[in-house]
C-alpha cells in the first residue's frame, strides 16, 4: 500500500521534472524559433515604453491618472469589522507586492492596491513611511497623488457636511453671493472669503449654537490653582496659590524674626567684688520670696471658701438653661426653606468641602475641577506634558522662553488627535459606536486644514520646540517626526493665531508678569483666562462689516 509520504516525493519529484522541462522546452524556443525570440522582444520594448512612459509623467497627467484611478477604487466597498479590515490589508498588500514585481506594466493596479490598503489601516503616516521604502518612485508617487485627490474631493464636499443642521449655521463664500470675482490673466476666478451664515432667524438673547474646543490652554496669569487646566472653569473653593505661597513665606520670615529677638545676649566677664554683691541681693531676694508665698496661700485658702458658694449657684443657674436651650433645640429643627438656605453663610468646614481642585499625582502643578477632567487631560496630552519628566519640564521651560503659547496648544493638539482617533477605533471594534454623518467622516486635522491661518516666518526658537516637542512625544505617537515638519509647525501656530478665541471668567485674575504674544479674538467684554479653539467659530468672518 502506498502511503503519504511516497506521493508527496513523487508530486514533488513530478513538479521538479516539470519545471525543468519548461526552462529547457523555453530556452530551445528562444534560440531556434525565430517568431518565438521576436514576441519576447515586443514585449520587453512594451514594458521599457510602459516604464518610460510612467517615469517622465508631469505632475498635471500623474494628478489625471489618480483622479482616474480614484474613480475606480471608491466603488469598492471596504471592510468594517477589526478582523475583516485585517485580512483585507494583508491581501491588498499581497497583491500589491506581486504586481510590483511584475514590471512597469503592473504599477497602475499595484498603486490602487497600496491605496486600498492605506484606507483600513490604523496608521497612515507610519504605512505611508513604510510605502517610500518600499515601493518603487513610479507607484509611491501615484499612491501620494491619489490621497492628494482624495483629500481634494473631501475638501470640497467639507462645506456641504459641516456643520450638522442641527447647528443652524453654514458655511458659505461671501464672494460667490455677492457676485465678486478677481481677475488672473484672462481668466475671472472667484476668490473664497467664506464665513458663517445663521439657516433660521433668532430671536434677541436666544442661543445660536453651542459646540466644545478642540483644544484649550490656560493664560501664565489663570495658572495659580483657581481654574481647571482642562476645561477652563473656576474651581470653587480653590485658593490662589501665589497669596498663599506670599502668606507663608511672611509667616516665616516673622517666626525667624521673633526667635532672633528672644535669644539672650551673652553675659559680660565679672569681677569677684560684683560676684559677692549679687549673691546678697539674690538671698534677699528669695526670703522677700518666701514672704510673698506665705500671703498667696492665705489667699487662696478664702478664694476656695467663695467658690463652693459660687457652684451651688452656677448648678440652679444651669438646670435654667437646660430647660432653655431644649426649647431652641425644637426651634432649630424646623426645616429651612430654600432661599434660607441658599442666603446662609457657609461655615469654613462647609467652604472646605466645596474646594473641587484635583491636582496630577505626579507634579501638583496642574490642578483639574473634576475626575473626569484630570483622566480626559492625562490620556489626551498631560501624560506628554507633566512637568515630572525632564524632557517635559525642557519643553515648559522653552516654551516660557518664547512666551507664546502656540507650542503648548500645538503639542496638546496631537495628543488629542491620536486620543480621539483610539477612542473612535475601539469604540468600533465593541460595536458601540454611534451612527456616523457626513461630517464625523472628517479627522479633527481635516477640519483644521480647512481653516485660514496667518502666514508666519519660521524662527530659530521654534526649531527648538518642535525638536523637543518630537522627543517627549515621538514614542506615543508614531510618525509625529516625519509627519510635522518645520513649514507644518508655523502653518499650525498661524492657524492658532488667527483663529483662536479668548476665554473670560467672571471672577477677578490677578496680573501676571509672565504675558504672551499670541494674538486671539477677544472682546475684552471680561477678564481672559485662557485661549481656545473652536471648529465653527474659527469660521466666522473677520470684519467689521455686518453680513
Known sequence: MVNGKTIAIATAVTAAVAGLSYIAYFDYKRRNDRQFRRKLQRNRKKAEKTAQKVSTLSLDDINDQALELLNIVTKEKLPETPEEKEQFFLAQVSRGETLCGAGPAGYTEAACRFYQALMVYPNPVELVMIYQKTTPDEVFKLVMAMMAQEVRLKQSRYYDAFPTPDKFVSIRDKN?????????????VVTPDRGLFATKSF???????????????LLPCAQNGQFCHHCLKRIPGAK??????QVESAEVTEEVTEEAAVEPAEEPVKDDDEAKAEEVEEKADEAKAEEADEEIEEEKASEEKTEAVADAEAEIEAEAAADADETKEVEEEKPKTYAEVASAEPTPEASAKTSAALSCDKCDEAVYCSEKCRQDAYDGYHQFLCPSSPSAREFSQLVQQSHELAPILIAKFFGL???????????????????TT?????????????????????????????RKLCDIMMHSVPGLVEFVSSDRFTML???????????????????????????????RSANAVGTALYLISSHIAHSCEPN
Open 203 to 217: 430671536g434677541a438673547g436666544e442661543i445660536v449654537y453651542e459646540e466644545e474646543a478642540v483644544v484649550s490652554s
Open 176 to 188: 460667490k453671493l455677492a457676485g465678486n470675482k478677481a481677475k488672473t490673466g484672462d481668466k475671472e
Open 438 to 466: 457626513e461630517a464625523d467622516k472628517y479627522s479633527t486635522w481635516e477640519h483644521i486644514e480647512c481653516m485660514r491661518y496667518l502666514e508666519l516666518m519660521p524662527t530659530a526658537g521654534d526649531a527648538k520646540i518642535l
Open 240 to 245: 490662589d496659590r501665589v497669596e498663599e505661597a
Open 417 to 435: 488627535l491620536v486620543d480621539r482617533e483610539k477612542k473612535k477605533e475601539l469604540a468600533r471594534a465593541l460595536g458601540i459606536a454611534g451612527e
Open 493 to 523: 501656530k498661524g492657524k492658532l493665531d488667527y483663529n483662536s478665541y479668548a476665554v473670560h471668567s467672571a471672577a477677578d485674575v490677578p496680573e501676571s508678569k509672565d504675558v504672551v504674544s499670541d494674538t486671539m479674538r477677544d472682546d
